[in-house]
């Protein structure tokens, strides 16, 4: 069975940084990436890494400010978030797919909070 477990996040003042690692069990995923949930949300798409040619995709709120990467030997996935902001708080979620995300493999999710 796959596992994907989350690391990494936690409480950070505005403008502040964090990284994110997912681990995945199970063999490379053609498709892995990051979405979170805000309270009272709906769960939205953060990015998104292949495994062919580490081809990204962001969402436009977070382009220039964080960055996705991979490591296929680990079968990991990070996520450094950098110039953070308030309203990035919500619940981080690491995806991994060998075709779409809606029908690929999820972690539990970590909390990353941003203070004013």
């Known amino acids: 069975q796959v596992q994907l477990v989350e690391s990494g996040g936690g409480l950070v003042q505005a403008g502040g940084s964090l990284r994110l690692s997912c681990a995945a069990s199970g063999r490379a995923f053609t498709k892995m990436g990051w979405f979170r949930q805000a309270p009272g949300k709906e769960r939205e798409f953060v990015a998104s890494i292949r495994e062919s040619d580490s081809g990204t995709n962001y969402a436009d709120s977070v382009k220039d400010r964080f960055t996705i990467s991979r490591d296929n030997p680990k079968n990991t996935v990070y996520l450094q978030m950098n110039s953070l902001k308030p309203e990035d708080t919500a619940v981080y979620y690491c995806?991994?797919?060998?075709?779409?995300?809606?029908?690929?493999?999820w972690g539990r999710g970590t909390q990353v909070t941003v203070s004013p």
């Open positions: 995806a991994a797919t060998y075709s779409s995300f809606d029908r690929g493999n």
